[in-house]
T-cell receptor, first 114, second 109 residues
Framework: DTEVTQTPKHLVMGMTNKKSLKCEQHMGHRAMYWYKQKAKKPPELMFVYSYEKLSINESVPSRFSPECPNSSLLNLHLHALQPEDSALYLC?????????????FGDGTRLSIL | GQNIDQPTEMTATEGAIVQINCTYQTSGFNGLFWYQQHAGEAPTFLSYNVLDGLEEKGRFSSFLSRSKGYSYLLLKELQMKDSASYLCAAPGGGNKLTFGTGTQLKVEL
């Protein structure tokens, strides 16, 4: 079990569907992250939120839309995804402002696009 | 930018010692992390080095040489459960973390 909770664990959706991935942490962390991970590859950073504001967008296509409703929650809204978007999506959190603080990861949502 | 290299795969025997190397080139240096990731699971934090030298944590140790842009993770008394991917990662500005390619370690009997 991890301290960062992601739901759902698995998601299958068509290219025209709209769905959302959810992430929650109660460690008081003020930095939260979305990563995409393909099989046998390292996680690739998508978005960083710091104090509930988007601070980094790694040129992610607009069909991925992040949202940080409060300091404990992070969502990733999905719309019109492509088959190549099938991957493991990881959420992480850490203390903000200190690069020496480790990130804590959730178990991820395994997404399949039909 | 950040450039981080690791061997893709390694195989070692149960009970043995294995060293997983990581070389990095970063614009600015803010330390180096090691994470472990079992298949289908979350990456978990193992160690953080910002000063030169060896940091020991039980069976796992991590070494850093800033002048050489080099780090390694040393695993002693290998167990089957140590079979996993080991990721070297460098933090950048804005809490950004860049991962190396990852080393898939297989521990055999």
């Amino acid at each position: 079990d991890t301290e960062v909770t992601q739901t759902p664990k698995h998601l299958v959706m068509g290219m025209t569907n709209k769905k959302s991935l959810k992430c929650e942490q109660h460690m008081g962390h003020r930095a939260m992250y979305w990563y995409k991970q393909k099989a046998k590859k390292p996680p690739e950073l998508m978005f960083v939120y710091s104090y509930e504001k988007l601070s980094i967008n790694e040129s992610v296509p607009s069909r991925f839309s992040p949202e940080c409703p409060n300091s404990s929650l992070l969502n990733l809204h999905l719309h019109a995804l492509q088959p190549e978007d099938s991957a493991l999506y990881l959420c992480a959190s850490s203390q903000a402002g200190n690069s020496n603080q480790p990130q804590h990861f959730g178990d991820g949502t395994r997404l399949s696009i039909l | 930018g950040q450039n981080i290299d690791q061997p893709t795969e390694m195989t070692a025997t149960e009970g043995a010692i294995v060293q997983i190397n990581c070389t990095y080139q970063t614009s600015g240096f803010n330390g180096l992390f090691w994470y472990q990731q079992h298949a289908g699971e979350a990456p978990t934090f193992l160690s953080y080095n910002v000063l030169d030298g060896l940091e020991e944590k039980g069976r796992f140790s991590s070494f850093l040489s800033r002048s050489k842009g080099y780090s390694y993770l040393l695993l002693k008394e290998l167990q089957m459960k140590d079979s996993a991917s080991y990721l070297c990662a460098a933090p950048g500005g804005g809490n950004k973390l860049t991962f190396g390619t990852g080393t898939q370690l297989k521990v055999e009997l």
